[in-house]
Each structure stands twice: as structure tokens, then as C-alpha cells.
């Protein structure tokens, strides 16, 4: 079964720049016939997420979205991710200033966590579990 999730963005411009420079999501723009980006997708084993423009899903759905722009994308969502490059994305998120809610160092799990929010307010868990590179 392929699971695929909708998330509205603000800027495709923007949420395309911040995804493509963490490590490990592959991150590819959709376009319709005019060459015009209408969507990006993040492909994983089982698991598809999609963004689209704020404006196009209020469009196409008014009466679900029409209040989308009134309240934080996302809210209580977490899009947690494992990876074994933690260091490197928590230097990432420093160089390009992007929000870190806190790191997290559990030594009773063994696990390190980064909490970062996306350019549209989305939380990311960014974890590292041990042998990924502790």
C-alpha cells in the first residue's frame, strides 16, 4: 500500500530550497504543460509527500480550504525523519538560520534529535538512532 500526504505550502520556491538540502530525501518539482511548478514531491519506500501551493489547494477545494491561510500549516503534525547525518543538518539549519525548537540528546535511548520547523511552519523531528552515526 503507497500512503500519500498533502501539504500546503506558502512557496514552492522556498519549501523545495529547504527540503533538497537535507540529506537522504530526494525532492523533485512537478510541472503542468507551461513548464509552471504546481507541486513538489518527496518520494520515500512506502510514503509520498506531496506539497502544493496554499492558493491552488484553496482553489481547487474552496469549502475544505478556505481557511487554511487563517491558522498554522501543520499544526500538530510532526514529520519526523531518521537519518544518520544529524551534525551536518544541525550546521545546515544554522548557516541558513532556520528556526531549531531544540536538540535533544537522550543518553538513557541513545538517540539524538533535532527539532526544526520548515519554511511553512511544518515541525520536523530529525533524529539520529544509534549505529547511524553516533
Known sequence: MQLNMT???????????FYRQLPGLSIQRLTDSRNTVTALLICSDNLRLVFQSLSSLEQQHPALFQHLSRTLLGAGVVLELECSELDDIYRTARHH??????????????????????????????????????
Open 7 to 17: 501539504f500546503a505550502a506558502i512557496d514552492l520556491d522556498t519549501t523545495y530550497d
Open 97 to 134: 538560520n532556520w528556526p531549531i525548537l531544540y536538540e535533544l540528546d537522550d543518553r538513557e535511548h541513545q538517540r539524538r534529535e533535532l527539532w526544526l520547523q520548515d519554511p511553512n511552519g511544518y515541525l520536523l523531528a530529525v533524529n539520529e538512532e544509534p549505529g547511524t552515526g553516533l
